[in-house]
């Protein structure tokens, strides 16, 4: 009993003050402590775009790189490492020039970065939103073609969702990265943030496919589902991108073209404007 009285006014206390959202839109503090030792240091990355601090901030995440170059494409040879890189810098640009958010990349240059680190750079900047960017691959099924949004959930959506959680979860093998699992009240609180993140992030998820649909194409099923460490910042919203298939070859072109990468930038940029200026205007209404 006393205990259980201890964890209710132990989130009494975490839950009243400023911070997060909750879905009916009321405002949350919930004090995250990273466990200690895994937590990276060192320099944070460069911020482009808007000069004005109080301006949100987007971290866009190339993924892979280093010793890992992701998916191959069988046209042209080119490494998804590579590709995400460019898409990444190409959104990085289309933002800072439309001036309304603050942006900055997990990486600027060819180099392998734990999954973890990649989302805690987000948490220490205090980004409103983590975008990692990534290119499909399917082998068996050249005609696969698209983009597709994952938001995290510990179900997968489906069996390719699951594979995708379990082929990208790898990554941070590569690393020798610990995984480390926060337990008690602490863990209660986490779970309380990431669920609100996570429905902020089906909401970006959606409006994401609205904004970006008459830029670029997405699959029928754009929407899915996976465990993948990159999403699980408790307190930022997270999607994970998946630009095209390099395994198709009408994706590739447009993927690896200037223009093509001109059109994903406006796409994503004219969703991430409106993101934010939703929820300025819902903090606004409050
Ligand atoms: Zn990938």
Do not use: C, W
């Not at 020039?97 to 989302?119: E, H, K, M």
């Not at 999403?231 to 390099?246: C, M, R």
């Amino acid at each position: 009993m006393s205990f259980f009285l201890a964890l209710l006014s132990a989130l009494f206390a975490a839950l009243s003050g400023g911070g997060g959202e909750t879905p009916s839109g009321e405002t949350i503090t919930i004090p995250l402590e990273r466990s200690g030792d895994s937590s990276p240091s060192g320099p944070l990355p460069a911020i482009s775009g808007s000069n004005d601090p109080s301006r949100p901030l987007v971290v866009l995440d190339p993924g892979h790189g280093g010793r890992d170059p992701g998916a191959t494409s069988p046209f042209g040879g080119r490494h998804e490492k590579d590709v995400t890189l460019a898409v990444a810098r190409a959104i990085r640009d289309a933002l800072a020039a439309g001036g309304r958010v603050r942006v900055a990349l997990t990486r600027d240059d060819d180099r392998f970065i734990v999954l973890r680190d990649r989302y805690e750079i987000a948490r220490r900047m205090g980004a409103g939103l983590f975008i990692s960017i990534h290119a499909d691959a399917a082998p068996s099924n050249d005609g696969a073609r698209g983009a597709t949004i994952y938001t995290l959930s510990e179900v997968a959506s489906d069996r390719q969702a699951a594979l995708l959680a379990q082929e990208q979860n790898e990554a941070d093998r590569i690393g020798g990265a610990p995984l480390v699992e926060d337990a008690g009240v602490n863990r209660i609180l986490i779970d309380l943030a990431q669920r609100n993140s996570m429905n902020v992030s089906a909401q970006f998820a959606a409006l994401l496919r609205r904004e970006a649909s008459a830029y670029f194409p997405f699959r029928p099923d754009y929407h899915r589902f996976a465990s993948l460490i990159v999403l699980k910042a408790p307190d930022v919203p997270s999607i994970l991108f998946e630009t095209g298939y390099l395994t198709n070859g009408t994706d590739v072109a447009y993927i690896n073209s200037p223009e093509g990468q001109r059109q994903i930038a406006l796409g994503m940029n004219s969703a991430i404007e409106t993101h934010f200026a939703r929820r300025t205007l819902a903090t606004a209404s409050r």
